[in-house]
Structures are given as C-alpha cells and as structure tokens.
C-alpha cells in the first residue's frame, strides 16, 4: 500500500462515526419506513412527514444515495429505497438493534477507549454516567443502556445457543454445570434441548443470582431437574459434575483470567469430565475481510464493557485448553461469508480432561 | 446490490466508530511512534513503553495489522510499521488533528444526531457540556473543544485561503468587504496577498470582535489599511464597497438563509460589484467516492456545529447567486483525486452584479 493508498483508506476511518450516525438517523427519523410506505417523496414532503427540516432531510439523504442504498429522482426531486427496497423490512429490522446498540453501549463511550486502555477500566460509563464498574454492572441500574444491550444479546443468544446445543453432545443422564450461567437460562435451555434419563443441570454463578435463577426454573417447570449453586469462578468451581458448559464468557476476560478459569474446571473435572465452549473468535487470518471481529470487539471490551477482555482466535482457545489438561475433540467456527449482516463468528471448542 | 451486498455494506457502516477509535488509540497511546523508532517490539514490549496491558495492545493492534498499516510477525511475536512507514511522519502528523476533532467536535456529539435535527439546536452540547448554542460559540467558553476545533481550522485556513487568494482578483485600489471576518484574519490576508496602492479592507463581523480585530490590525502593523464595521450580516451588509469576500460561511446555514445572505449583498453592491465566495462544496455527482463530504458534513454541521446548515454543490451556490442579482464570472473546484488524505473539497465562486 503506497502513501495515496494509506491516505485513502485512513479517510474510510475519519468517516466512519458520522456515516454510522448519518445512517442509523435515517432509520431513527422514520425516513426510511416513509419511503417504504410512500416511495417518491420529496425532501420537503419526508421533512412534513417526520418533523424534520427539509434541507436537513437532504443533507442526511445524500449519503444514502451515495450509497445506493436510497434512489434519487432529479427531474421529481423524488426519494424512494434502492437498495434498500431489496431487503425485506423483517431483515432490516434485525439490523436495528445492533446499530442501537452500537449507539447506546459504544458511540460516545469509545471517546474513552485509550483513557480505558490506561486505566483497566471503564472510564465512559464513569463519565458520563457516574457509574463505576462494568457494563453488565450498569446495565442493572441503566435502563438504557439495559435495554439497548439486553436486544442485542437477546437475539445474539436466540441464534448462537440452539447452534451450540445442536453441535455437542451431552450424555445420557449427565451432570451438567453451566459455568457463569447467570440466572438459568442456559440450564433452562440443556434441559429442553439435551434432555435424557437423569439429566441434572445445575447453574454456577455469583450467590446474588440464586434467588431470580430459581424463580426461572419453577416458572419453566424444571425446578426438579436443575439447581442453583453460587461462588466465585475465580476462586473455586464445584465439582462432581460430568459436563461443563461455557458460554458467552471466556471472551470477557484477558489471557491470565481465562486460563484461571480454565484451570479451574480442569481441577474440578475428573479425567474424562467434559467441557464445551461456546465464544466468539477471531479468524486464523486475521486479515479475512467478512470478519469484522477485530474491527469491533476490541473496543467493545475495552472501552464500553469490561476495560479488559477480547476474542481470541479458536487456536488460541485449543491451545489454553490443552495447557489447562485438556484434549480438544471437536471445533466449530462460523462461516460468515454465509451469514449476511453478521458481524463477528462464534466458535464451538467441545474437550475432555486427560491429565 | 443485492441483500447480500447490502448486509456487507451495512457492516461496514456498524464498525465505523470503533474501527475509527481503535486506530486513533493506537496514536494517542504512542503505539504507532514507539513502532517508528523500534521496530519489532512485541506487545509485552510495547505494553511497557506505552503502560497499557499486554492484552490490550494486542487487542488494539489485529486492526492496523489487518489493514496492513502495521505488520506483525508471527516468529518473532514483533509489531512493525507497514504501510504506516511508507507515509512520513509529517505527513501523519497533519491526518491527527483531524481524527482529533472528529473525536472531541463529533464523536460522542453524534449521539444526539437525530435530537439535533428534530430541534434544529446542538443538543450533544447542552447534554455533554450544558451549553445552549453552537459550537462556535462553545468554543470559547470549552478549551477541549476550542484546542481540537481550532488546530483542525488553522490547518485547514492555512491551506484554503492562499488558494483563494491565488484564484481571485481584486483590482487595484479596491475597497474590499470581508463579510463575517471575524477577526480579521482575512482581511489582513488580503493587504498581505493583494496589496496596491489604495487598497482598503475592512472586516463585518458582530460588534464583540471589534476591540480583538483592530489589535490583530495594529499587530500585524496593517492598521492605516484597515478597518472594522460591526453589524449583523441578516440584518444589512455595509454598501460602499466594490469587493465582498465571503469565506468559510456559508455552509454554515440553510437555504433561506443563504439566500437572505446573497440578497444582502447584492443589495450592498453596486451593479458591477464583485463578490468571491470560497466554500466546501459536494461533488456535482454525489456518488463520487473520493469526495467524503457527504460521509462527514451532514453530520458535523446538524449534530455538532450548526443544527443546521451543510455545504451545497458549486452549481447550486451558482444558481443562488444568479437569483440574487449575480452573474457567475468565474468557478473553482479542488480535485480530491489529487489530495491524499483530504475528506472534502472547497470551491471558489466569483460573480458580478448585474442587476
């Protein structure tokens, strides 16, 4: 890449918060739903139709047309969806939650990301609203930004779980332990979707979690089958259990605390015990254009979750695996090119403890 | 485009502010000068020379490596410059302070992009700084947002206006009108670059900028050449003068606003008076990718500086001249093919009363 070439590409980089927002308050106005319901309308009929300046409304919509993604007529001075009217209003409306989250949880807190990066800690949430500590934290006192996140991972868990669940094998009559399993909901769904003779699910998460994830299981009608028992993953993780379940955890934290948590089940385990893991991962190639992974959760962890954290790619993973006394039998990792939209591949890693 | 293009299209919308604050972390933690002067360290290395945890450099770092503005190589665990180190140094130099306004005018601005436009006010400054007004006039009371947004404008006043002045004449013994002068910064340019005997210039401006205006005049040792002339540019323009230099203005505002603007100067003129405008323009054809003035102005005017305004295409200001009385002598406009690392091109039009 020469210096044009590096110039070039640094402007796709200066421009990209404001094409983000310019777009996301295309959607946020009602532009694009008025389009969609009437195409043809004029900038100052769409400014009519959303209370908005209609010279504002065309500032907004020449990105859009730039893009293709909205159709301009000169001679009407009509807009109506280009390419947008090739995707189904369903399929777009997937989209929104990650692009409100994107606002909610990431936008104005990434002014923080190298002050973050120094301290190990959250300084957005701090700033701008008062909050010290993580996101899962604030989330709990934050409506908004409990209800921009929760969405978003809502519908990241409704597609990544029963894929997980689909790709490992749970014996018959095992004892399961969701590690970091929060208030049942991964117990909740083993039961469903693993059920066999005997099967015992049992949640392990901080103590504070005990009372709603009970609650979750007599309002499911597993309460019979599945458990609560609290502790700290860091300190110590139960054993006498034949399968452990990770989810949607290992990429929260750095190297030394996933391989805390890593040797942690390893000495709960006896030899033969299971583990199966379900994370985000980088690709091997971390140049692969339909990954956006890197270009997101590093600043997603650091600034606006944990102060820590990040995908590793899923050699990574089997490689702390078998240090922590594992053998890695089985992997699985998305294939994004066959999934349009998605930003990021999860990654499947299924083990058993030999040493 | 079809749904698959425009999902992967979409996506790269969504990594906009991230992928733009990961690469700016990436200098202002001192990563990329630590790679200039030792090439090869690793991300222990490099977490100690800029105090950051290991982790987190290497976090931040899949990303310049992905788009090969850093390599890294595998042997060796070792970060280098790659195409980083085909630009120099200078020339990087002059791309930060625009990533730093970008961060401090616009980022967490952005937020209040859609507020911004339903009220026609900068709402991200009276939510983040409880100010009621615009940027430009925030700038003087915040020093955050005065350093970023002022060091970005001289740059950019330093390499507009000998362009503008190169491509306009003034003839000799003119009197000249810098409308919205400020503080006289342009008119002493124009004693600088366009002296001859008799020239007179003088700045409008709002009355509070006189007392700084004739100190800059007595200063720079041009105040027996020029003067100042308080007023409010909506409510009349001065007459008595054969030039009007109007620059870095009338982007600033709506069309009706525009128009009241030219209409007054027209009125000022005498027929045969010449005014010479120089302006950021969009592309006459929006969809030219090297003009990112639609990626980034609409944005910036709306939600961070205006809560209105944003430039126009050269024939637009041309038609609104010509229906104030004007007839266009004269048009400029930069080649952003031939500009690395500028987002936006500026235009220069001249005109002559007619009528």
Known sequence: MNAVATFTRLREYMVGPSRFMILLS??????????????????????????????????LLHLPVKEGFVAFDKASGGYSLDAFAGVSDADLQRVLPVLNMIKVVMLRQLFYLTDSVRTGSI?????????????????????????SWATMMDDVTAHMDPWFFRNIHIPPGSRVLDLAGNTGLGAILTHRLKASPGLRVTTFDLPEKEAECLENFRAEGVAEHCSFIGGDVFKSVPKGFDVVLIKHFLDMFDKDDV??????????LDVGGKVNILVPVYPEDITEPSSAG?????????????????????STYRKWLEEAGFRVTRTVAQDLTTMPGALIAHGILCATKVA
């Open 26 to 59: 295309c959607f946020e106005l009602g532009i694009v739903d008025a389009l969609r319901k009437r195409p043809g309308l004029t900038a100052a009929q769409l400014g009519e139709a959303v209370s908005a300046k209609p010279d504002a409304v065309e500032q």
């Open 123 to 147: 300084v957005g949430l701090d700033k701008l609203y008062g909050f010290e500590g993580n996101l899962y934290e604030a989330v709990a006192e934050h409506k908004d930004l409990r209800e």
């Open 259 to 268: 391989r805390t948590i890593l040797n942690g089940v390893s000495e709960a």
């Open 294 to 314: 890197v270009d997101i959760f590093p600043a997603y962890f650091l600034a606006c979750t944990m102060g820590q954290g990040g995908p590793q790619k899923l």
